[in-house]
């Protein structure tokens, strides 16, 4: 529970951060404009820092650009393309949200009605709980929804076994790899580096074995045995990060507990654990990305029936022309979740992945 | 505990191994599930690329174990591999993919290197707003991204880069139907799908990067550029170089990009090695000539990250304590 009060205290730290910017600036600015005029500063100090905050912001939204275009389409309405013949325009002419409204489709939590029998007697208490319509799609003019809620759904229950069985396969053998000395470790731990970026690409050049064996064994249908192959091709990329991660917390910590007198679970869920968040947050991520996103295998595998997100978006795409601003409201809504995280996690993964063990 | 002290008191038994080897047991599941996943395909793949496996009969048999024993697919031998090594589009094919992870390579550690020194420059106010930004990119599903920048890269005159080509008064360019304009579009997807990755990588290992160093080097009269080459650069040379490895080693096994762009278009030209296997295999309904194809592409990334691993010295490291 400490890990996860830790997580929300940083959130809101995080968060009022964020609000204080502003303010902040603001401060910062004024002080320095008093310090120029009362000539402690030279002004060529402050005026390098804004060209160079200038130029760092012009770099930012040139990178970022392709989102930006992207959100502009989903907002341009169903009939948009991406092309206009009159130049790039920077704002949508006629902003509306319908695409979005078209993904999501009907929002209706449907009435209930709870009965209670009072024991002993014959009486029973009826509650019926009103329809709530958050959202109505036919009220915006739209008839037939897209099955984002169905492809939601299907990604979800592929995601998260992905994530449980990958770490489940990777903590304990990150934390055996980075603590442990045990036969075969070091070819254990060249083997994984050596595997560790061949998972998701190769899963193409072995699909046609991957088929055959899935079609074989009659799951090729099947999202818990897809989420299988996830997790495993997950394995030694994040057990090597995690493992690097670890090695990065101090041996002493660990001989204090046991001096101390903690039996070796203690040592782990004490020390190790707490001690490795970033690392755990960042494995969490990618494991939960690669059930998320990943594309391939998974149209290739699955029915229609079981599409997951990706490939539902991907169906949308015809050979000749793109529904733009459906194609891309739809995307958006299913990356939206995942930028937040990266947004708010940025701090775990920063850490997670700064090889700290990998002295230069 | 005792379940677990019964084991390791049995492992004792076992004559070469030795009571701390119990810890191999938290390895092995991973392992284990890896294996069955990973190289399981890799053993049907060797059956098959010796067969003349297509769909048609590789599915015909009947029961549970005639997809394992081929079907009704015959033996052809080395066929297979005569036929792709002695096929022209083969040697392209690989050539172009080589060509790509040098050229994508280069690009993304320029791309990369920059950003990451922007954001990490004291003159650069809300430079941690702008990493978390930054990395955004990350998040998109590759396919959409992808999709998009073929958008982005469309062939007709009302695409984003022929517009920005037009505002400019150049011609506007048939991106993916002509060879290297293509090429070209594959280099500047790539580079801009994986640069967060290196960012991220690359900003922590800047951060290590103790401050009296830049200080000494300052004392000593170093300017900007030879403390980049003199201080920096040395001190991140590590953890960046296992980032450019991995993303080469990606780079070789990329599929999205130019499947979805013009499925390694125009005419073949640029179909990357997965890609090309891929299409022998379910376009083209070879399966044996796209397993001899996928094997030839496993064996090449193979020596590569071994060698890559070998020379760099990544597996040591830690294992040296």
């Known amino acids: 529970m400490s890990l996860l009060?830790?997580?929300?205290?940083?959130?809101?730290?995080?968060?009022?951060?964020?609000?204080?910017?502003?303010?902040?600036?603001a401060r910062d600015v004024t002080y320095t404009v008093e310090a120029v005029r009362s000539g402690k500063v030279s002004p060529k100090e402050p005026l390098k820092t804004v060209g160079a905050t200038a130029g760092a912001l012009v770099m930012v939204l040139a990178l970022l650009f392709p989102v930006y275009w992207i959100l502009q389409a989903a907002l341009s309405g169903s009939g948009a393309s991406l092309y206009s013949a009159n130049g790039i325009s920077l704002f949508p002419e006629d902003p509306t949200l319908q695409a979005f409204v078209w993904v999501l489709g009907d929002i209706i939590v449907p009435g209930y009605s709870i009965a209670f029998n009072v024991p002993l007697t014959d009486v029973a208490l009826v509650f019926d709980t009103p329809q709530v319509t958050l959202l109505d799609a036919s009220t915006y003019g739209i008839d037939r929804p897209s099955d984002f809620k169905h492809f939601l759904w299907n990604s979800v229950t592929v995601a998260i076994p992905t994530v449980i069985i990958a770490m489940c396969l990777i903590v304990p053998a990150s934390y055996a790899l980075s603590r442990r000395e045990f036969i075969f470790r070091r070819k254990i731990l060249f083997l994984y580096v050596l595997l560790t970026q061949v998972g998701g690409g190769l899963g193409i050049a072995l699909l046609i074995g991957l088929y055959a064996i899935y079609v074989q064994f009659g799951v090729n249908d099947s999202k818990l045995a897809l989420s299988v192959y996830y997790a495993a091709t997950a394995v030694p990329f994040n057990t090597w990060l995690l493992k690097t991660y670890m090695d990065g917390i101090p041996v002493s910590y660990e001989e204090a507990a046991v001096v101390d007198g903690a039996p070796p679970w203690r040592v782990v869920t004490e020390v190790i654990i707490p001690l490795s968040t970033a690392g755990l947050a960042t494995?969490?991520?990618?494991?939960?990305?690669?059930?998320?996103?990943?594309?391939?295998?998974?149209?290739?595998?699955?029915?229609?029936?079981?599409?997951?997100?990706?490939?539902?978006?991907?169906?949308?795409?015809?050979e000749y022309s793109i529904p733009w601003a459906r194609f891309s409201a739809f995307a958006l809504t299913f990356a939206t979740p995942i930028m937040l995280v990266y947004l708010f996690a940025q701090r775990y993964i920063e850490g997670g992945l700064s090889f700290s063990g990998m002295e230069g | 505990m005792s379940t677990a002290s019964r084991v390791v008191r049995r492992l004792e038994e076992v004559p070469f191994l030795e009571s701390r080897d119990a810890s191999l047991l938290f390895v092995l599941p991973g392992l284990f599930v890896f294996s069955t996943f990973m190289l399981f395909p890799v053993l049907y793949?060797?059956?098959?690329?010796?067969?003349?496996?297509?769909?048609?009969?590789?599915?015909?048999?009947?029961?549970?174990?005639?997809?394992?024993?081929?079907?009704?697919?015959?033996?052809?031998?080395?066929?297979?591999?005569?036929?792709?090594?002695?096929?022209?589009?083969?040697?392209?094919?690989?050539?172009?993919?080589?060509?790509?992870?040098?050229?994508?390579?280069?690009?993304?550690?320029?791309?990369?290197?920059?950003v990451a020194l922007v954001v990490t420059n004291d003159r650069v106010r809300g430079r941690r707003l702008m990493r978390s930004f930054i990395i955004l990119p990350m998040g998109l599903p590759a396919i959409f991204t992808i999709t998009v920048w073929r958008g982005i890269f469309s062939s007709a005159e009302f695409g984003l880069v022929n517009q920005v080509l037009g505002t400019f008064g150049a011609e506007s360019v048939a991106w993916l139907s002509t060879r290297w304009p293509a090429f070209f579009a594959y280099n500047v997807t790539e580079m801009w799908l994986s640069y967060p990755f290196m960012v991220i990588i690359t900003v922590s290992a800047l951060q290590d990067v103790p401050e009296e160093l830049h200080e000494a080097a300052t004392v000593d009269g170093a300017?900007?550029?030879?403390?980049?080459?003199?201080?920096?650069?040395?001190?991140?040379?590590?953890?960046?170089?296992?980032?450019?490895?991995?993303?080469?080693?990606?780079?070789?096994?990329q599929f999205l990009i130019p499947f979805v762009f013009n499925q390694g278009g125009p005419a073949r030209a640029n179909e990357l090695i997965v890609v090309y296997g891929y299409r022998e295999a379910l376009s083209f309904s070879e399966y044996g000539r796209g397993g001899a194809v996928s094997?030839?592409?496993?064996?090449?990334?193979?020596?590569?990250?071994?060698?890559?691993v070998k020379r760099g010295k990544l597996a040591d490291g830690v294992s040296d304590e």
Request: aromatic share 14%.
């Open chain 1, 5 to 25: 009060s830790g997580i929300v205290r940083k959130l809101t730290e995080d968060a009022k951060n964020i609000l204080a910017v502003p303010v902040e600036t």
């Open chain 1, 283 to 318: 494995v969490f991520i990618f494991t939960f990305l690669t059930g998320w996103t990943e594309f391939v295998v998974a149209q290739t595998l699955l029915g229609t029936d079981n599409y997951t997100l990706p490939v539902g978006l991907y169906s949308l795409v015809d």
């Open chain 2, 45 to 114: 793949l060797v059956g098959i690329s010796f067969t003349d496996a297509a769909p048609s009969n590789l599915f015909a048999g009947e029961g549970v174990f005639s997809v394992m024993t081929f079907g009704e697919a015959t033996f052809v031998g080395l066929q297979n591999y005569i036929d792709v090594l002695t096929d022209p589009e083969f040697w392209n094919s690989f050539g172009v993919t080589w060509l790509f992870v040098a050229t994508s390579i280069v690009l993304k550690l320029c791309l990369s290197l920059g």
């Open chain 2, 223 to 253: 300017g900007l550029v030879s403390r980049f080459f003199h201080v920096t650069l040395p001190s991140i040379k590590r953890p960046v170089l296992f980032a450019s490895i991995l993303t080469a080693a990606a780079s070789f096994q």
């Open chain 2, 295 to 308: 094997l030839i592409a496993v064996v090449f990334i193979g020596a590569f990250m071994w060698i890559n």
